[in-house]
């Protein structure tokens, strides 16, 4: 077992996350609970605190070895790994399982599977499979959440995301003759309804049982007062709507733009909110990401202490904090191959300090309090409540401890080939405003210290509005 899991094990940091307790057993294939009775697998120095897969298929079995064999050779390559038969083999497996094991989530699945594009791109041009010929029949949705604010300045334009749920048996398409789009309409006693927008067009065909975040532009009413926003389903150029509908209370009012006080709700009003520093966007997806971890370094500099216990969520193969001195890292993804790459590759040298764990962000294996920085490299937006990761995750800070949000997308359109190539391998796209992300925040009980807008990566530290959790 790695040092590092270890020692978090023998601290009593590490809890089982089917029963939530601890301390845990070291075992000859992992941890186990001694509580439940759970064997946790540990393979290639990652402990898999997920471990809820689908066992599939992947057709001929000399035709895949093959394959894995060579995908092995381009990884060993690139990670420097040693280029020996031992190291060959075991990389393949890492491969093999990465490609053949599945979930019941669909996006998470996508996220295990998406192995080869994560480190080699795929620059094919993107070519959606013709709508299915039943497609639009017999519409029907579930509206999940959406994150328009209660009140807005008149005669103002804003753009805000509905996520909605395809609870019908066929397909939703925007593509078809007669496509389907989200709309909506301002409603007003004694007027008629009157459009509030552009429709929303569906980026890829949305099968049933799939969910998707759309982003809605509306025009706020010039006459201040309440109004009542309704959202649903509507034939491309059509007036009526089709199906279930959402009514969306919005008070159009004075006031600084982007007050975001939902009324009735269960939250308490974000605190007055800091200033966004605009800083010159990043040429580069790499250099946007040093920008979060000079920011983060800055970050723990104020802070002042000695050393610091850090959570990265989202990591891949890659923590972006795995360099930052006077730090304890423990590195966690949805996907167990990734990280066991991730374990090769820094080896030995880091074993004191880095530590990879496979689990659900919304069942973390960690105690309350258990660690003084949780930070996101562009993983949020991936979450489907982004919100209510945000909450779990704000429950394993120690008092005073800074929850870092980095480099994630502000925009208002899914409408890129990088988000639609996404979409359609399964994986959860979504992108929000910066008055959603306010809002998302808020909701999550997190108070921004500090907000950085470079071009449209938002990076963000954030502490606890409400009382802190119990040290470590």
């Not at 009775?37 to 997920?50: K, M, Q, S």
């Not at 995908?71 to 497996?93: C, N, Q, S, W, Y």
């Not at 374990?343 to 764990?357: K, N, P, Q, T, V």
Request: hydrophobic share 45%.
């Amino acid at each position: 077992m790695a040092y590092l899991i270890d020692n978090l094990r023998n601290s009593g940091v590490l809890i089982c996350p089917a029963c939530g307790t601890g301390p845990l057993d070291a075992a000859e294939t992992g941890i186990r609970c001694p509580h439940c009775g759970v064997l946790w697998p540990a393979r290639n120095g990652v402990v898999d605190f997920y471990n809820r897969y689908l066992e599939c298929g992947d057709g001929d079995q000399g035709e895949a070895d093959a394959r894995y064999h060579a995908f092995a050779a381009k990884l060993i390559r690139v990670l420097d790994l040693p280029d020996t038969p031992a190291m060959a083999d075991r990389v393949g497996e890492i491969i093999s399982r990465s490609l053949s094991l599945k979930s019941d989530n669909i996006s998470v699945s996508a996220e295990i599977n998406d192995l080869e594009d994560r480190f080699f791109g795929n620059d094919a041009a993107i070519i959606q499979p013709e709508p299915d010929a039943a497609a639009n029949t017999s519409p029907q949705i579930v509206f999940e959440r959406h994150y328009f604010p209660a009140n807005a300045q008149p005669g103002t334009q804003l753009s805000a995301n509905i996520r909605l749920r395809n609870a019908g048996a066929f397909p939703l398409s925007s593509r078809t003759a007669h496509g389907i789009v989200l709309a909506g309409r301002w409603l007003a006693a004694g007027q008629p309804a009157r459009a509030a927008g552009p429709s929303a067009r569906f980026p890829i065909d949305l099968v049933p049982g799939r969910s998707i975040s759309l982003p809605v532009t509306v025009e706020i009413p010039d006459r201040p007062g309440p109004h009542v926003l309704r959202i649903g389903l509507a034939m491309d150029g059509g007036d009526e709507f089709v199906g279930d509908t959402l009514d969306i209370p919005v008070e159009a009012r004075g006031g600084p733009r982007g007050i975001l006080r939902r009324l009735g709700a269960a939250f308490a009003p974000p605190r007055p909110s800091v200033a966004v520093e605009l800083c010159p966007p990043n040429p580069s997806y790499g250099e946007d990401h040093a920008f979060g971890v000079d920011t983060l370094k800055t970050c723990l500099a104020e802070l002042g202490k000695a050393r610091y216990r850090l959570l990265e969520v989202g990591t891949g193969t890659h923590p972006q904090t795995a360099w930052l001195e006077n730090c304890e890292v423990v590195a966690l993804d949805i996907s167990a191959p990734m990280l066991e790459l991730g374990s090769l590759y820094f080896g030995d040298r880091f074993a004191e300090r880095l530590a990879f764990i496979c689990a659900d962000a919304f069942a973390p294996p960690f105690k309350p309090g258990a660690f003084d920085v949780v930070v996101m490299f562009s993983a949020l937006h991936h979450f489907p409540e982004p919100e209510a990761v945000l909450q779990k995750l704000s429950a394993l800070l120690a008092p005073g401890g800074v929850l870092a949000v980095m480099c994630e997308p502000v925009s208002n359109t899914l409408e890129s080939a990088c988000i639609i190539r996404d979409l359609l391998k399964g994986i959860n796209e979504q992108v929000f405003s910066l008055d959603e992300y306010r809002l998302i925040f808020a909701r999550a009980g997190l108070t921004p210290m500090r907000l950085r807008l470079a071009g449209a990566s938002l990076v963000a530290l954030l502490s606890l509005a409400g009382p802190v959790h119990s040290a470590r």
